[in-house]
């Protein structure tokens, strides 16, 4: 299988350069995060490599990987911007041979969350909330609250993404709102 370097080069070629740019800031922030709340942050920066690796593939692609490989077919029922995160840790496994299930999770997980995340899922989840090329409303109290509690940054990120999602008159993973209900049960 690649070594980092070679696993770096063939996953750059798959985004444009700004979403490459995107993931190298997870990877920072993921290694950082890690080190601030126990993860092993080898992982962390194996996940934040990976987390994106769909991300620009055909839609067409990604279904046909869904539905193909026995994925969750709840996802085809609802925002194509969910099916990267399953499609990439489907293809991190497949294609890159990552064969560790928690880098694996943490690919999986990085969008909806899940009820019960792992530290893991939570550091590459935030880190990809607040990387430091991330700009959005509320960014900078995610950084704030990340100094010391990784639950209080998710959920706040969460809180966020849902927020927005209303806002926009979108509909809502059913998961989003779990992992979002979970994180205050957590936090309690
Ligand atoms: O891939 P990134 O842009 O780095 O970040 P991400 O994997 O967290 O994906 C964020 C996108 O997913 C953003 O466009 C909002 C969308 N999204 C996340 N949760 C939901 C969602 N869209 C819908 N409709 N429903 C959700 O629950
Ligand atoms: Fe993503
Ligand atoms: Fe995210
Ligand atoms: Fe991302």
Known sequence: ?????????????????????????????????????????????????????AKYWPVKEMEKIIRENNLNQDLLLHDKQLWHSEVGAFVAEHDYKVTDPEVLSAIKWHTSGRVGMSLLDKVVC????????????????????????????????????ITHLVSQRKVIYPLTIFTRNDLIEQIK
């Open 1 to 53: 299988s690649l070594n980092r370097d070679e696993l770096i080069k063939a996953v750059s070629e798959q985004m444009p350069p700004q979403r490459w740019k995107h993931t190298e800031g997870v990877m920072q922030t993921a290694v950082v995060l890690a080190e601030r709340f126990g993860a092993d942050p080898v992982k962390a920066d194996l996940a934040a490599i990976l987390h994106d690796v």
């Open 126 to 161: 935030l880190a990809d909330y607040m990387e430091p090329g991330r700009d959005f409303p509320g960014v900078d109290r995610i950084r704030e609250l990340a100094e010391h509690s990784l639950e209080e940054a998710l959920l706040a990120g969460f809180d966020g993404t």
